[in-house]
């Protein structure tokens, strides 16, 4: 079973859609769990970040972890055609410069939002 | 623009080869991460470096190497190149050494080693 599990789409949906992205974990050292988009070539850049369980809300985007379900989800309320783009999660173990220093991301779900 | 810049955008070489893939951090960052990207492993963190001292390791190959010079820019070297090394090299920056914190990532540079 691989550490970091994301289903890598493709998702398409119709603008104005709620869309639901979400990444399964295995390991349960990981404390930081963050989202980046990656608009085709395209380095990524980072859409959310959360340490704790619970909910994260910025603009039209909500980042949500359980971490007795080692799942997190992405929410995209209101899609626009400029969302349209990779979505990786990523999850971190600890502070780098320790030996459990782990950083791992997602494959990436490909995102159309289709006006 | 994230304000990381990297060099070449593109590299093309033969197995066997040996290339200098170039990345130069944000103004005041002083962790530099390099990244391989490829449609079979999807982004693989490969190191980190802080203020010039390697920090942490990832899925890096021992045919490659980095490192982070006085100035804060940081050189990956990727020697005896197969052609499963064809992939994107992302370099990303970072104010702090801890690792966990917002990455600022380049435009990459893409390998195709034929």
């Known amino acids: 079973q691989k550490e970091v599990e994301q289903d890598p789409g493709p998702l398409s949906v119709p603008e104005g859609a709620i869309v639901s992205l979400n990444c399964t974990y295995s390991?349960?050292?990981?404390?930081?769990f963050m989202w980046y988009r990656q608009y085709s070539r395209k380095g990524p850049e980072l859409l959310m970040y959360?340490?704790?369980?619970g909910n994260k809300e910025d603009g039209r985007f909500t980042a949500q972890v359980d971490k007795s379900s080692k799942y997190i989800s992405l929410f995209i309320r209101d899609s626009q055609p400029s969302d349209s783009a990779t979505y990786l999660c990523a999850m971190i173990t600890g502070r780098s410069g320790g030996s459990n220093y782990k950083l791992t991301f997602g494959k990436g779900t490909l995102l159309t939002v289709n006006p | 623009d994230s304000g990381v810049t990297q060099t070449p955008k593109h590299l093309i070489t033969a197995t066997g080869q040996r290339v200098t893939l170039r990345c130069s951090p944000r103004s005041g960052d002083l962790s530099v991460y390099w990244y391989q990207q490829s449609l079979d492993q999807g982004l693989q963190f490969l190191i980190q470096?802080?203020?010039?001292?390697?920090?942490a390791k990832g899925n890096i190959l021992e045919r490659f190497s980095a490192q982070q010079f006085p100035d804060l820019h940081s050189e990956l070297n990727l020697s005896s190149l197969e052609l499963g090394d064809s992939a994107l090299y992302f370099c990303a920056s970072s104010v702090y050494a801890s690792g966990n914190n917002e990455q600022f990532f380049g435009p990459g540079t893409r390998l195709t080693v034929l």
């Open positions: 959360t340490y704790s369980s």
């Open positions: 470096y802080y203020n010039g001292e390697e920090r």
């Open positions: 390991n349960s050292a990981f404390q930081y």
